[in-house]
């Protein structure tokens, strides 16, 4: 029996692992861990999950895009989606009342409900199968898994920021690149070129130079900052920006009621050398 225990929570791992890329913080419910497998290894995997989704109109399983999701990773996808605004409000009621799914969002560890929940056994503990998955396992996540651990173990799969150019990062057309035989960049220089030449050479072949290479906002943008230095392009403000920045900081903090005090010398400018080129 507890084989077979298991190798369900093992195969329900597998599947959620594919529905949790992309999210910040999931926990798995052990309450809906032995409905969610099946005698037959070849039916879909029903997860049943809700997390945050920052879009005005919420798709469901009519969108052709969750019907591809579903069908590579051989699953039956109940989302319920939270809006940022009310999801704190939303996830502590369903905490308070124990009616969970399968998969849920939180946006910490520290809710006092849901780690007297943890202590009571309510979530599946995942440390046992992190290390099956080499993506998940590799040196770099090794600090993410150890400081998300709960009692020593890990109940939640944690959304991976990097040291360097934040969670963001971009989104090339791979269809885009292959007719016009680039390769994916791994330099400044040669994203530059991919986008130059998406933008020159009508990789949609409609005849017509009217291709958008790139869209982002400003806060997505990230990346690029850290690809060239690791503080996120700061070292370029000017000293009396820099401290203006500082101060108005250490005042919200003393606002808030932390004790922590910041005393930034702010008579050094702030100097670096030429920016490194990460490749």
Known sequence: MKRQAEQRARQWFIKT??????????????????KSGSADSSAPTKIQMQTL??????????????????????TQLDIT????????EKI????????????????????????????QG??????????????????ALAEMWTDSKVDGKNYSIPRYYPSYGGGAFPILRKDWMDKLGLQTPTTMDQFFDVLKAFKEKDPNG????????YAANSDTMGFVYGVFNGVQGAWKLKATSWCRRLRKTRRGMRS????????????????????????
């Open 17 to 34: 692992l594919a529905v949790a890329v992309g999210t910040s913080l999931l926990l798995s419910a052990c309450s809906g861990g032995g």
């Open 53 to 74: 989704n920052y879009a005005t109109e919420f798709i469901d399983n009519t969108n052709p895009i969750w019907k591809e999701f579903e069908k590579r990773t051989n």
């Open 81 to 88: 989606w939270l809006s940022p605004t009310t999801s704190e």
């Open 92 to 119: 502590n009621v369903m905490l308070a009342s124990g009616d969970l799914p399968e998969v849920t969002f939180v946006e910490s560890l520290l809710n006092p409900q849901l780690q007297k929940m943890i202590g």
């Open 122 to 139: 309510v979530f599946w503990d995942l440390t046992p199968f992190i290390k099956d998955y080499p993506n998940l396992s590799q040196p």
């Open 206 to 213: 409609n005849g017509q130079a009217d291709e958008i290479p």
């Open 256 to 279: 808030s009621g932390s004790k922590k005090r910041m005393t930034p010398d702010c008579s050094r400018k702030i100097s670096r050398s030429t920016p490194r080129r990460s490749t």
